[in-house]
Every structure is written in structure tokens, then in C-alpha cells.
Nanobody, 122 residues
């Protein structure tokens, strides 16, 4: 399976972006999906995860209330709606398939996409 993240770009603080993660080669219907991010000089960190049905989501405290995960299994795509963006949200955002439901650990995710860069200016 291949994952392709897209939708990143440059946005001013307070703005919004919607990231997409499109899967090919295998259906993602049976998997939790997660988003992580990595800022320059920092380790990759958990952003959020969504269950197979989309009924359950978990978020990092830093994005709770501002970011929203959703998925369209018919389109084999997961979305990350990001609102009220802050400069500290600047990072490369990655999506991946979750091997352990609800996990926040990157070691339990596989098939990482190439990532999409989000830059938030102050």
C-alpha cells in the first residue's frame, strides 16, 4: 500500500488547511489511520488517529479542539482539518496505517507516506 499526503502549504496564523491522505494498492477500510508531524530539528510527534469506521478519534493535547480527523473509506482517503493554526504547527505532516487501534506511538504505524509541509507564518 502507498500513502500520499497532500494539501500542505503556507498559511497565516489563525488560518485553516485541510490535509488529505490518499491510499492506493490496498483498502484502508480495515485499519486505523494516524497523522504525525515532524518540525525541523524535532522528533516526529503524534497528531491524531481515527478508527476504521471513523467513529472514534484521539488527538494530541496540542491540537485538541483545533484539528479534526475524518475519513471516506469509499475514496480510500483520510482527512485532517486544521483550524486556528499556530506557528508551532509548522511541520511536515505524515499519515500512516495504524497496526494497534488507538495507539499514539509511531512504532505501531506502518506504510508511512512522504509527508506534506505545512508552514504557518506569524
Amino acid at each position: 500500500v502507498q500513502l500520499q499526503a497532500s494539501g500542505g502549504g503556507l498559511v497565516q496564523a489563525g488560518g485553516s488547511l485541510r490535509l488529505s491522505c490518499a491510499a492506493s494498492g490496498r483498502t484502508i477500510t480495515y485499519y486505523d489511520m494516524g497523522w504525525f508531524r515532524q518540525a525541523p530539528g524535532k522528533e516526529r510527534e503524534f497528531v491524531g488517529t481515527i478508527s476504521r469506521s471513523g467513529s472514534t478519534t484521539y488527538y494530541a493535547d496540542s491540537v485538541q479542539g483545533r484539528f479534526t480527523l475524518s475519513r471516506d473509506n469509499a475514496r480510500n482517503t483520510v482527512y485532517l482539518q486544521m483550524n486556528s493554526l499556530k506557528p508551532e504547527d509548522t511541520a511536515v505532516y505524515y499519515c500512516a496505517i495504524g497496526l494497534v487501534p488507538g495507539s499514539r506511538s509511531s512504532s505501531t504505524y506502518a506504510y508511512w507516506g512522504q509527508g506534506t509541509l505545512v508552514t504557518v507564518s506569524s
